[in-house]
């Protein structure tokens, strides 16, 4: 079985940072892209960042400048870094996984989610 998990969320006033984190495990062969989604209430959710596993990144326009994508592919994990936080960057924030399993099968993991809030 596989794991995402995320840590990092909280409430932060707006202009302030936080960090993202989530880390993979279970029987992982080789990770992929990774990516952050995020969710607001009553809207779709919408994809973040991404970063490949060569390290190429991609940001959406109402991040770019402020979020910046990282991971470290020895301990499988993902970062996000966000700075000059806004209110409306207030969501549930997600990471994506495409990665493949030691039984040889690739497919998208999800992680569970963690609240981040932007309000003084």
């Known amino acids: 079985q596989v794991q995402l998990v995320e840590s990092g969320g909280g409430l932060v006033q707006p202009g302030g940072s936080l960090r993202l984190s989530c880390a993979a495990s279970g029987s992982i062969y080789s990770i992929y892209a990774m990516e952050w989604y995020r969710q607001a209430p009553g809207k779709q959710r919408e994809l973040v960042a991404t970063i490949t596993s060569g390290g190429s990144t991609n940001y959406a326009d109402s991040v770019k400048g402020r979020f910046t994508i990282s991971r470290d592919n020895a301990k499988n994990t993902v970062h996000l870094q966000m700075n000059s936080l806004k209110p409306e960057d207030t969501a549930v924030y997600y990471c994506?996984?495409?990665?493949?399993?030691?039984?040889?099968?690739?497919?998208?993991?999800w992680g569970q989610g963690t609240q981040v809030t932007v309000s003084s």
């Open positions: 994506n996984a495409d990665l493949e399993t030691h039984r040889r099968v690739q497919r998208r993991y």
